[in-house]
């Protein structure tokens, strides 16, 4: 039924939960997963009338997420791996993290997405806002919510 999942990772201790979680569905389905990491695009507010300060500030960002990035997926992999799961590793920089993530999705071919969440309270969900909310709302896919 599910053979090809998606999963999205930030580095937080939820991340360390989607890997653990997701490894385990795999392994009960006998799928596979793409793991992805969306890192956030430089805001625009550090645009600076200083061309090339504002260039250094974007390589020295993009640097940064580069190395982020490639250190959780390779731990996800190693985990995967471990646990005889095949796993693939993507990455992308962008403004809009849930956008992203079920584009990424549908384009990696997975049939389901599988997310942790924070179980914020209403409240929360107010002040912070929720890309599992926005995951769920913009995709076509099936959204398995972890907690």
Known sequence: MYKHLFVPVDGS???????EGS???????????????VEPDLPLSTATG????????????ESKNE?????LLGQFEKRASTAGVEFTAHKAT?????QTV???????GCDMIVIVTHGR????????????KDI????????????
């Open 13 to 19: 201790e939820l991340s360390r939960r989607a890997m």
């Open 23 to 37: 490894i385990e569905l795999a392994l009960q389905l006998g799928a596979r997963i793409t793991g992805f990491v």
């Open 50 to 61: 200083h061309g090339e300060e504002f260039l250094e500030r974007v390589k020295n960002h």
């Open 67 to 71: 190395a982020h990035a490639s250190a």
């Open 94 to 98: 962008a403004y809009r993290v849930a």
């Open 102 to 108: 079920v584009e990424a999705a549908e384009e990696s």
């Open 121 to 132: 309270s209403r409240v929360g969900k107010f002040v912070f806002g929720s890309h599992t």
């Open 136 to 147: 769920i709302i913009g995709s076509k896919l099936p959204v398995l919510v972890l907690r």
